[in-house]
């Protein structure tokens, strides 16, 4: 069946016409569910919608988007709330994570994964076959929202971005149709959903390439606050000459000194180097030895390990919390900037706060779609706790770094914008692409319907 507008009444749906076509939920406030429904990982925003439709088709899609449109309603999307940015108030809120279905065909070595499918499970349903998606650091955001913005992922320095594996997009457009959107129908629209596409519309489900990946070596380095200085500085030189298949990152956190935190990391600053290699292990063990030369790690994982345990490597904390983050990309870095970075970020900081730096390069600098400043070399990303702190705090502190990072800084990771910041989102791409995305906005959504 085609759902289009024709398939909803011409006169303005009533909320109980709604209730009557959606085969998931349609909530209000005040509701049994409303709260759980709008709740996601993200605990510092959160949206305020008039209407919540917990989609659980397609179809359901189509009936929420055409109910919104009849009514004036702007409509937002969340499926697992990682990366909610601007939390709406009133509205129209399409949650996905009923949409969960992921499909993978062996001999094309593709997946189809519906809007609120997780990475995890698509991690899951590929390895059988001895594939695997492309995916980020956490297995518990969705492949959607993930994609849409590019994708960073764990192998990302030898497959690309995720969005660089999408082979089609299906999308509800403001207009209510439901469509398949690939290179051959509509290839203007589809580049700009790859690394561009919040905004554009309500994704229901991706096809997308798999890559033969059954095993990775890969796991932690941590080193403890002696050793701190040397580690960045050893980090920094060894990223300069490695092979695209090995992809690795470097967080610094100073862990809080309180009873909550485990007793390995309470009130200590750590360096935690992070690595995924698909060579051999032998290769993997040679490769990293300038890194273990620095000195004794507090903790070292690294091993030859299934692919389904690779979301070991990064081990991003499950729990939702509130938080604020930006991002920079860089075109190069010193150590004495990443140092001052480590101190401003450090234990007197006044609010935890996550810093991780990715290296870039290799096939992340190549590739079509809308992926903004793919000849960046690396990616610092700041993730700091609400908690105790406002967000004019936080934002203080994440624009000194900014300050320091400025003479390599060549603009923003869509993806690792937390919270709002307006038309900060803009410095994510080039002036060209910034128009063609502008384009796309304009085509299909020219009344903004769609808030992101
Ligand atoms: C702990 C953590 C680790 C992360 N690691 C990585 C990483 O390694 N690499 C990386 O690239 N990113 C990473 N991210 C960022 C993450 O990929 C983005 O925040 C992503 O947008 C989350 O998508 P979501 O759907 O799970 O979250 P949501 O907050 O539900 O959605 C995020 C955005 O996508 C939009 N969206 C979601 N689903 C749809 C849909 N079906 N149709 C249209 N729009 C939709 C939403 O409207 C919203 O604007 C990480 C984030 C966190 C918090």
Redesign the pocket.
């Known amino acids: 069946m085609n759902f289009t507008q024709d398939t909803v009444p011409a006169a303005s749906p009533t909320l109980a016409d709604l209730t009557g076509q959606v085969t998931g939920v349609v909530l209000v406030p005040g509701d049994d569910g409303y709260d759980a429904e709008r709740s996601?990982?993200?605990t510092g925003y959160r949206h305020r919608p008039s209407v919540i439709v917990g989609a659980a088709s397609a179809a359901d899609v189509v009936a929420a988007v055409c109910y919104a449109r009849a009514h004036g309603l702007p409509v937002?999307?969340?499926?697992?709330?990682?990366?909610?940015?601007a939390a709406t108030d009133g509205g129209l809120l399409i949650s996905?994570r009923r949409m969960d279905e992921v499909r993978i065909d062996a001999e094309a070595r593709t997946a189809w994964a519906g809007?609120g499918a997780l990475c995890g499970k698509a991690i899951e349903e590929a390895a059988p076959y001895g594939l695997a998606p492309v995916h980020?650091?956490?297995p518990g955001?969705?492949v959607?929202?993930?994609t849409?913005?590019?994708?960073?992922g764990i192998l990302g320095r030898e497959f690309g971005y995720a969005s660089d594996h999408v082979r089609a997009v299906e999308l509800v457009t403001a207009d209510g149709e439901l469509r398949r959107v690939s290179e051959a129908r509509d290839p203007d629209l589809f580049r700009a959903l790859r690394g561009g596409?919040?905004g554009l519309?309500?994704?229901t489900g991706l096809e997308f390439g798999l890559v033969p990946v059954a095993r990775v070596y890969g796991g932690q380095l941590v080193f403890g606050a002696d050793l701190l200085d040397e580690a960045l500085a050893a980090y920094l030189a060894w990223t300069e000459d490695l092979p695209a298949t090995l992809t690795s990152s470097m967080g610094l956190i100073a862990y809080p000194d309180v009873p909550a935190m485990p007793g390995h990391l309470r009130g200590r600053h750590l360096a935690h180097i992070r690595i995924a290699y698909t060579g051999t292990a032998e290769d993997g063990e040679r490769l990293v030895a300038p890194l273990r030369a620095v000195g004794p790690r507090v903790t070292d994982t690294l091993r030859d390990m299934p692919y389904t345990e690779s979301q070991t490597i990064h081990q991003?904390?499950t729990t939702p919390h509130a938080y604020d983050g930006d991002s920079v990309l860089l075109s190069g870095l010193d150590a004495d900037a990443l140092r001052a970075v480590a101190a401003l970020t450090g234990p007197d900081a006044p609010m935890m706060t996550v810093v991780q730096l990715n290296h870039l390069g290799g096939a992340l600098a190549e590739g079509g779609g809308s992926v903004g400043h793919r000849d960046a070399r690396y990616l610092v990303r700041l993730l700091s706790l609400l908690d105790d702190t406002d967000v004019a705090a936080v934002r203080a502190l994440h624009a000194e770094v900014r300050g320091v990072l400025a003479p390599w800084a060549v603009g923003r990771s869509v993806?690792?914008l937390f919270g709002d910041h307006g038309d900060a989102v803009a410095d994510a791409y080039e002036e060209p692409v910034r128009r063609r995305l502008a384009g796309a906005k304009a085509a299909y959504d020219p009344e903004n319907v769609f808030r992101?």
């Open positions: 996601g990982y993200q937002s999307v969340q499926s697992t709330g990682h990366g909610l940015a996905t809007a980020g650091s956490s955001v969705s959607a929202g993930f849409l913005g590019g994708g960073l596409g919040h519309g309500v994704v991003d904390p993806n690792f992101a």
